[in-house]
């Protein structure tokens, strides 16, 4: 496991290959369908978020609101990335986003910013919300909670040794493409 | 009936926390056959690990709970609506405690009432038999894998399948290779051959509550499972569509009578995270037996 660790540099995700596993620590923020849709639109981060060489994680995440007014992370698996596909790669461009944290894999626009900008897809376990829970150190802060809702919010989460596989890298390489391209050959042979 | 609730409750409870016996001998059996050091070994690794932490803290394996589907087998005479309404009181209790998340959403005005409650939500099939025994059934059947399901209708020219096994062959090979990254594999099958639109997904999701090892009992139909299981297992998908070994754990085929213009082949996938239990119950509704 390669350790990926917070600020991520260009340098650091340019060094990753297709097939790396990696173990990500430090501060990411989760955004999904909304802040997606609000930030391509023109939308400007909350005070306090910043994206540059830092990571956005697609998952809505269950949080338990503790007495003293801090929150628990009880479930904090990947949702389907391939919905950011219209928006990512704008994102990346233009909030300066090293690292992408989802599931099930994105398109050629996402390859091509990935490759321009220097950013990374990093394929969590879809389903393995106990296991990623348990890298949630900490929720540092909530934003837009109000207007889009609790799983579709901005939670700026702590992790640590959160696992997860680089498949789609800053070279032009996609995994997705790779699998799709060999299974359909193998198909072909058994039909 | 208060028992009946309390048992139903318990049913969600380890329906959503502990995978099945059955399906957990299937992903250890994987476990072992992927090569060691792969990525497709890491995944495994990791989904072990989380049916083993969900079960040690008694809390939802993944956090889509799913679509909350009861299969009430009851004797004649069984208050079936009453049935029906200690299962709506046990959703609504379930979802408060956690056991299930706040998942269903009213499809008109996009607003989630928190409850799990509504149109179609719980399902419950009930359905009587001649035996005195009542057994409840359950499956949480996540978003993300229904999406991948597919139904075709042959003949399908672009698959080259035709109106026979060859051709529910073809299309449902189609469907795995469609599925692969999404949907959380490794993935088990259901299949129903024929039927009309509405029913072939309904008989395709009822395969998914036979044990993942049994054998069919009709001949051609048990060769098809098997063979569609070793296919799709030597495409190289693996699970998270990462490569591997491990594509499919278990393929489930039926077949129910069509009209003579219609051949539909509806496929129902579910993901690793396979949560389904059952219950026998007492005269009173307190569990008597576990069913998986
Ligand atoms: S497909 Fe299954 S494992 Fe994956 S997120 Fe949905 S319910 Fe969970």
Not at chain 1, 158 to 187: C, M, R, W, Y
Not at chain 2, 130 to 145: D, P
Not at chain 2, 195 to 201: E, M, P, V
Request: aromatic share 6%.
């Amino acid at each position: 496991m390669i350790p990926l660790t917070f600020p991520f540099t260009e340098a650091q995700v340019r060094a990753l290959k297709v097939g790396d596993e990696v173990s990500i620590s430090g501060i990411v923020f989760t955004g999904r369908d909304a802040v997606h849709k609000y930030l391509h639109e023109g939308g400007a981060l909350p005070p306090g978020v910043s994206l540059r060489d830092g990571i956005i994680y697609h998952c809505g995440p269950v949080m338990m609101k503790q007495p003293d007014g801090t929150y628990k992370c009880t479930a904090a698996g990947p949702t389907t990335s391939i919905r950011e596909e219209p928006y990512q790669w704008q994102i990346i461009r233009d909030f300066g986003v090293r690292g992408v944290i989802g599931k099930g894999g994105m398109g050629d626009k996402t390859l091509a910013a990935c490759k321009e900008h220097g950013c990374v897809y990093l394929h969590a376990i879809g389903g393995a919300a106990q296991v990623l829970a348990e890298c949630v150190k900490q929720v540092r802060n909530v934003y837009f909670a109000e207007e889009f809702g609790s799983p579709e919010a901005i939670w700026e989460l702590e992790i640590e040794n959160f696992p997860a596989v680089v498949t789609i890298d800053a070279h032009g390489h996609s995994l997705h493409k790779e699998v799709l391209a060999a299974s359909q050959a193998a198909l072909a042979e058994r039909l | 009936m208060n028992a009946l609730k309390d048992s139903l409750v318990e049913l969600i409870r380890r329906t959503s926390a502990e995978i099945p016996d059955d399906v957990n001998r299937a992903l250890v059996t994987a476990l072992e056959n992927e090569k060691k050091g792969t990525i497709a070994a890491s995944a495994l690794k990791i989904i072990e690990q989380n049916i083993e932490l969900a079960k040690r803290k008694s809390q939802p394996i993944c956090q889509d709970t799913g679509s909350v589907i009861f299969y009430v087998d009851c004797p004649v005479g069984f208050d079936q609506i009453a049935c029906e309404e200690a299962a709506r009181e046990a959703v609504k209790a379930a979802t408060k405690i956690g056991y299930l998340r706040q998942n269903s959403v009213d499809s008109l005005t996009g607003k989630n009432d928190g409850t799990n409650l509504g149109p179609g939500a719980p399902v419950v099939h009930c359905h009587q038999h001649r035996s005195s025994e009542i057994s409840v059934r359950l499956m949480l059947k996540g978003g993300g894998c229904e999406n991948v399901g597919a139904q075709y209708s042959l003949p399908a020219e672009k698959l080259h399948a035709n109106r026979d096994l060859d051709g529910c062959r073809k299309v449902i090979l189609d469907a795995v290779l469609q599925a692969q990254g999404k949907g959380c594999g490794p993935g088990i099958l259901g299949v129903c051959i024929g039927g009309d639109r509405a029913t072939g997904y309904e008989y395709s999701k009822q395969q998914f509550l036979r044990m993942l090892d049994d054998r069919n009992a009709n001949p051609e139909l048990d060769a098809l499972e098997q063979d569609i299981l070793k296919t799709a297992n030597e495409l190289g998908i693996g699970p998270m569509g990462f490569g591997g070994k491990t594509t499919l754990l278990g393929v489930k085929i039926c077949a129910a009578n069509r009209v003579p213009a219609s051949f539909f082949v509806s496929i129902s996938y579910m993901c690793w995270a396979f949560r389904r239990q059952g219950v026998t119950l007492g005269a009173e509704g307190e569990i008597e037996k576990w069913l998986y």
